[in-house]
């Protein structure tokens, strides 16, 4: 009897000593992405290594995510809407290098989206491509790019629309998303927040929505309620993944951390994004959900905006051309 | 003097008051107990509030007045004051009718009323935001009735006036009905019995041992809807120049990593509240005076 005890007590605290817990710190609508990734991930490592992982998962704005990471949320890796986001905890804390984007594939983005439209069954404002979100009379709902990391990818998407269509044309972009602008009724302060304004206060002719969000929409409300409009150019939404080192460093996962980043890339990694409606990167995957996935002309931040760094700047900073939208007397 | 007794009770004061100087009352221990409530501002209030300012000082003095003056920034202090004391008049007065009738009648269901009075503070204020906006915005129960008078509240800086009230009824109600209640009635009857007209009685009798109350109430009802964030971003609408508050523009910054912006914004709104109190206060202590002078 004693004897059971005492090994039931070995035995527990040894595959205590096994089980690994890492804590994965994401924006606000990957919940259910990570969920499937976690438990594909717990079964493989198990597999592999005989260990047990418990990965848990936080999530909120992207922007308050990164803060709370810098003032000392011990995340093991986080997995974010922007790169500015892990920037600024390379930066501002010093817990992974600042090169942290060249570590992984793809610019450490595993998978990606875009930004589509989101409009009423049957699309009565008859809303195409970019230039229909400027016309007088339509009602444009997309958050405000100070709050929301989202927004401003919608933001780059217009200005980079625009710029295509006047010869990188500064000034002419600047009319153009000024104009869309003027057809935003209300400026919600996250993503969330703006879909329920489309969706459910019935506001607005069309919605600007990450990809994967629009899809959940559609099977959320059903195809008799809204439906899905791909423009002809988009901006190549990439949210970034890392290891934050010196974390990870402190809690001995630096391993297991690397293992569950490089997991996303794998084929069944890509599987499960793409069944969550992320665009995956592999060729296979990609082709295997060819049908999903509508076709259309992509441009980075990078090649149109030179970054992030850059973007933040020129645009969404104290007195960049949003502020100057609505600023009087310009 | 138990009119003198009655406001004494409603600012929660021990009735042994101190004349001048410091007097033993009767318990016990002043300095352990003032040592003791030091510590505990300073670890809850005041070390939080200084690393504002210390963050706000890492900027140079231009830079902070730019800051703070921004076009977008001085409308956004319009509104959130304006907003906030406009809640908390209306509240002023509507609350005091609702205190005045759990006060002074007993009706089926009071204790209900009575709770939900509370239920304000309880309720997670973005619970609070996205049922008001679904209320009044266009296509809701209420809105559609008010878009036919031409009226929005969804979206336009009524709407933040209108969850502002919300969450600040219950400090109205929860300050006054207790001083209410205490109120002696033979004081009314004997105002009547001298001929005093039933005005005269609210405004000559009660209204006067209600009023320092009635400041509390206000001043607070106040302060909570100059921080409130979670109800009013949803009902707002947050649109640059026209319905975006304080508190708003503050996470803007901190989205942009802008510490010491979002500090020196913090700052401003801090000092604004500070002073507003500290009148709203002053109002309520000579009215106080005013009364144990009689």
Known sequence: MKLTGILLLTAASVSLAATVRLLNVSYDPTRELYQNINAAFAKQWKAKTGADVVI????????????????????????????????????????????????????????????????????????????????????????????????????????????RQNNNDQSKAKDFVSRVYKNVPVLDSGARGATTTFVQRGIGDVLLAWENEAFLALNELGKDKVEIVTPSVSILAEPPVAVVDKNAARHGTAAVAKAYLDFLYSPEGQE??????????????????????????????????????????????????????????? | ?????????????????????????????FWPSLGASMMYLSLIVLIPLSAIFLKSASMTWPRFWDAITAPDVVASYKLTFGASLGAALVNAVFGFVVAWVLARYTFPGKKLVDALVDLPFALPTAVAGIALTSLYSENGWIGHRLAGWGIRVAFTPLGVMVSLI???????????????????RELEDAAASLGASRWQVFTRVIFPVVRPALLTGFAMAFARALGEYGSVVFISGNMPMRTQITPLLIVAKLEQYDYAGAAALAVVMLLASFVLLLAINFLGARSRCYMEAR
Do not use: C
């Open chain 1, 272 to 330: 499960i994004e793409a069944r969550n409606y992320y665009r995956p990167r592999s060729k296979e995957v990609a082709a295997k959900y060819d049908r999903q996935f509508p076709h259309l002309t992509l441009f980075t931040v990078d090649e149109v905006f030179g970054g992030w760094q850059n973007a933040q700047k020129t645009y969404f900073a104290e007195g960049g051309t949003f502020d100057q939208i609505y600023r009087p007397g310009r």
């Open chain 2, 166 to 184: 919300f969450i600040g009824l219950p400090f109205l109600v929860r300050s006054v009905q207790p001083v209410l209640e205490d109120v002696d």
């Open chain 1, 56 to 163: 848990n998962q936080s999530h909120g704005g992207s922007g308050s995510q990164a803060r709370a990471v810098i003032d000392g949320l011990q995340a093991d890796v986080v997995t974010l809407a922007l790169s500015y986001d892990i920037d600024a905890i390379a930066e501002k804390a010093g817990l992974l290098p600042k090169n942290w984007q060249g570590r992984l594939p793809d610019n450490s983005s595993p998978y990606t989206s875009t930004i589509v439209f989101l409009v009423r069954k049957g699309n009565p404002k008859r809303i195409k491509d970019w230039n229909d979100l400027a016309r007088p009379g339509v009602s444009v709902i997309t958050p405000n790019p100070k709050t929301s990391g989202g927004a401003r990818w919608n933001y780059l998407a217009a200005w980079g629309y625009a710029l």
């Open chain 2, 1 to 29: 003097m138990p009119l003198g007794d009655a406001s004494g009770r409603a600012s929660g004061r021990v009735p042994t008051r101190q004349t001048g100087g410091l007097r033993h009352g009767i318990l016990p221990g």
